[in-house]
């Protein structure tokens, strides 16, 4: 394994990962600062509880985006570390530097490293996103279902050399939501639509 070649793409990754779209946006368009808005998450569905669901869009395909990119330049122009890339993209939206390395929770960009490393892998995680969001309206609960069943969709659709990378992301994603996790034993998590 070729150590520069793996640091690059973990730090490619990290750095496209670590834009925080969400902030740009809403403050680029009179938003205010999202960090103190509602949940004070950069991610997407803060975004929502501004009232401009365009600017959640947006952020939710930008945050998707920088994901998958970041796996494309990895397996394009450094080769073979895509894995990494996808690693690097996921925590440097959860930790940026830029923010006292207080970012989002990691959802929409690990959609975005799952399409990115294989389409089954981020079809799979899309279907159960979208699904569990529809069935419960509780974003939280939609976005962890997804995180977990990309290592098992992995694993079922002949990407297994993708599974460590995705389950370890899961974790983080289940440790990012830990709160939101608390709030759903207790019955007091909110719904997407609803003011927190």
């Known amino acids: 394994m070729n150590a520069a070649m793996l640091v ?9 990962g670590s834009i925080p779209f969400g902030l740009l946006l809403t403050r680029l368009t009179g ?7 509602g949940s004070g998450n950069i991610g997407a569905t803060n975004v929502l509880r501004t009232g401009r669901k365009g600017l959640a869009a947006a952020t939710l395909l930008l945050d998707l985006a920088k994901g998958a990119l970041a796996v494309w330049l990895a397996r394009e ?3 073979g570390f895509e894995a ?35 389409w089954p892998i981020g079809l799979v ?3 159960v996103w979208l699904g569990m969001l529809a ?6 609960l939609g976005g962890m279902s997804a995180a977990v069943a990309a290592p098992l969709a992995a694993l079922a659709t002949g990407h297994a050399g993708y ?6 992301l899961a974790v983080l994603v289940l440790w990012l939501h830990r709160a939101n996790i608390a709030r759903l034993r207790a019955g007091t998590e909110p719904k997407v639509g609803s003011k927190k």
């Not at 690059?8 to 496209?16: D, F, I, R």
């Not at 690097?88 to 989002?104: E, Q, T």
């Open 8 to 16: 690059q793409s973990l730090v490619a990754g990290y750095l496209l």
């Open 31 to 37: 938003a205010g600062d999202l960090r103190s808005i």
């Open 77 to 79: 122009f450094i080769g």
């Open 84 to 118: 990494a890339a996808a690693f690097g993209a996921v925590i440097g939206h959860c930790f940026p530097v830029w923010l006292r390395f207080k970012g989002g929770k990691g959802v929409a960009t690990l959609m975005g490293v799952a399409l990115g490393l294989a």
């Open 125 to 127: 995680y899309a279907v």
């Open 135 to 140: 069935l419960t309206r509780v974003s939280s």
């Open 163 to 168: 599974a460590p990378v995705l389950a370890a």
